[in-house]
């Protein structure tokens, strides 16, 4: 696609239920990267995929916490056992991901989650 | 995890003035970038400047870089009510991918 597409663009859920929020990259961008935001905050590094495989998932704050992406385009952030804590806007971003070593970010305007 | 920190955290100024930002940062880089937010958007990537280059211009941006001190520099040039957004400086670590990013300079321009 033009842009990075983040659905939904609003959850709000209950405490103890599962959430998944998708984010479908720019088209050929490899690099695939989830970020959570509070307010006020800059973005707080989850997890980022090379294609299918997690790169770097030390970002992730617990078990809870889990991330997908098996055609290596859409990925899917799955949220287990939700707690008002996780409520923050989750930012995913797309980068060409190449041997460039530039990898400029192109993100997506975010799915804001609420636990109540 | 986060790894920049930028100063100030809030910046209020008129416009036609220019503005500064920091950013300090720990770990080896590949390149350090910088990045606007509107409010309640996305980010939006303004400029780039590599490990191995000092100083960057585009259009009313400069970008300094001093990897010996883990520091980089945004300024903004005459400024205008439009600029007032968050502005975050992102590292990239060497031999990978993963960007980092800052807390974020709040700057507010008066018209």
């Known amino acids: 696609g033009a842009g990075v597409s983040q659905t939904p663009s609003n959850k709000v859920t209950e405490k103890g239920k599962y959430v998944e929020l998708r984010c479908d990259p720019i088209s050929g961008h490899t690099a695939l990267y989830w970020y959570r935001q509070s307010l006020g905050q800059g973005p707080e590094f989850l997890i980022y995929f090379q294609g299918t495989g997690a790169a770097d998932d030390s970002g992730l704050p617990n078990d809870r916490f889990f991330a997908v992406r098996p055609e290596g385009s859409v990925s899917t952030l799955k949220i287990q056992r939700t707690e008002r804590g996780d409520s923050a806007v989750y930012l995913c971003?797309?980068?060409?991901?190449?041997?460039?070593?530039?990898?400029?970010?192109?993100f997506g305007a975010g799915s804001r989650l609420t636990v109540l | 995890s986060q790894q920049g920190e930028e100063d100030p955290q809030a910046l209020s100024i008129q416009e036609g003035e220019n503005a500064t930002m920091n950013c300090s940062y720990k770990t080896s880089i590949n390149n350090l970038q910088w990045y606007r937010q509107n409010s309640g958007r996305g980010l939006v990537h303004l400029i780039l400047i590599r490990s191995n280059e000092r100083e960057k211009h585009s259009r009313r941006l400069r970008v300094t870089l001093d990897t010996s001190k883990k520091s980089s520099s945004l300024l903004i040039t005459a400024s205008r009510a439009a600029d007032t957004a968050s502005y975050f400086c992102?590292?990239?670590?060497?031999?990978?991918?993963?960007?980092?990013f800052g807390a974020g300079t709040r700057l507010f321009v008066k018209a």
């Open positions: 992102a590292t990239v670590n060497t031999g990978g991918f993963k960007t980092i």
């Open positions: 971003a797309s980068s060409l991901g190449g041997g460039s070593g530039a990898n400029v970010l192109t």
